[in-house]
């Protein structure tokens, strides 16, 4: 994947995980990430956090963006609020049903409902960008949710998270009160609701940390993590970023699907085996495990197997991100006006392998695979190198061939142009 430097992301010239932090990006891996929380002050970040969201920002979403569930959503003191209390018809032309009741949202919220903005990663354009930075910063899919809180209101009962997030205070003020898991690392099949009772009883407990995050204030929480919030005084705005790590529990996974290929793992177990009695199934699983075992220890097949089960966690981690958009019409404009000066550069966020032989150089992407001729070749990787190029800077091609090449790149959505 190609991957932005500092310098081209970000107010400041800053990365999008450096906006998050005041210690060194190393120092959060090494001490935080899945370990701890970490509180940083609005004082010690580069720049607040109001180019991401804002009140008007959230207004203009609820008022004017015809925004529908399930992107958005309502709760009030840990119930869910019935989505006929702020959803109706878009009217004359735009009869769909669930589109957000701006009256309706007033109504809800004046009475102490708390409004969850869902996916707004996929919706709001500064947090479609920031997101994308912050994939490539961390290596993990990320979301974005916000919950705007009315005065003194509780949205949700002492829960835990089965991903990782950043807490960003936009507006207001509001109580994080957080207590350590009762779950370590959970999966995303373990949620907190299976332990209601050990985080109810954890939360009774003394908080490992109670903090009024105000504007501009970044708060870390490692998934797993018990934790609730109140707002203070005024409406409170927060941004929840949330990180889906990607676990040794995925890759155990996809080294297990490398044997989906053997057929000895695919046979049936035997007619009238009584599933439901473990002393029955339990020399089975005995046998499975002595031949697991057996199967990834073999010398000759090990390295393949790595490769092969490493193949398939970035084939999922392309399926659950996605690249910078790009911009349709701007790109036809683009595509007719092409010069040798025109500066193009890899989508970022793009994952494709290149790939040659004689006659071809070859672009497969997760969804599709283009082809070129092989005299592409060596501009084709020039791109995949992340780099800004003129199209006359080509190497390999003369001006003729390069403008040939970058217009069908960019109809392919592999390249885009630098405005």
Request: hydrophobic share 40%; net charge negative.
């Amino acid at each position: 994947m190609s991957r932005p430097t500092d310098d081209e992301r970000g107010p400041g010239d800053r990365s999008a995980l450096r906006r998050l932090l005041s210690i060194e990006p190393r120092a959060f891996a090494e001490d935080h990430w899945g370990r701890a929380p970490l509180l940083t002050r609005a004082v010690d970040l580069p720049a607040p956090f109001t180019d991401l969201l804002s009140t008007d920002a959230v207004d203009e979403l609820v008022s004017e963006r015809g925004v529908r569930t399930p992107f958005a959503r309502m709760a009030r003191n840990g119930a869910l609020t019935d989505r006929s209390q702020f959803t109706d018809s878009g009217g004359f032309g735009a009869e769909v049903t669930d589109q957000l009741d701006s009256a309706g949202i007033l109504a809800a919220f004046a009475d102490g409902h708390t409004l969850v903005l869902q996916g707004l990663h996929r919706l709001w354009p500064p947090l479609i960008h920031f997101t994308g930075d912050l994939v490539a910063d961390l290596g993990h899919p990320v979301q974005v949710n916000s919950y705007i809180t009315p005065a003194s209101s509780r949205g949700f009962d002492p829960h835990y998270d089965v991903h990782d997030v950043f807490v960003l205070q936009i507006a207001g003020e509001k109580r994080w009160i957080l207590h350590p898991p009762v779950q370590e690392h959970p999966l995303s099949n373990q949620p907190w609701s299976d332990r209601r009772d050990a985080v109810a009883a954890m939360a009774r407990t003394d908080p490992t940390l109670d903090v009024v995050l105000r504007e501009g204030d970044s708060l870390y929480v490692p998934r797993g993590w018990i934790h609730s919030a109140e707002a203070l005084g005024d409406t409170s705005i927060h941004l929840t970023v949330g990180m889906s790590a990607f676990t040794r529990y995925d890759l155990l996974h996809h080294v297990l699907g490398t044997l989906a290929d053997d057929a000895s793992f695919r046979a049936p177990l035997p007619v009238g085996l009584d599933l439901t009695d473990p002393d029955a199934v339990a020399p089975h699983v005995r046998a499975l495990i002595a031949d697991l075992t057996a199967a990834l220890a073999e010398t000759d097949g090990r390295d393949s197997r790595a490769r092969a089960a490493a193949e398939r966690v970035g084939r999922r981690f392309v399926e659950v991100t996605r690249p910078a958009p790009v911009r349709p019409l701007e790109t036809v404009r683009t595509m007719a006006g092409l010069s040798a000066a025109t500066v193009v550069t890899w989508r970022s966020g793009l994952a494709a392998r290149v790939t040659q032989s004689p006659e071809s150089v070859a672009v497969t992407t997760r969804t599709k695979t283009v082809t070129l001729p092989s005299i592409a070749a060596d501009a084709v990787r020039q791109l995949h190198s992340g780099k800004d190029c003129a199209v006359g800077d080509l190497t390999g091609l003369d001006d003729q061939d390069a403008i040939v090449v970058v217009r069908r790149l960019l109809r392919e959505g592999l390249v885009v142009a630098r405005s």
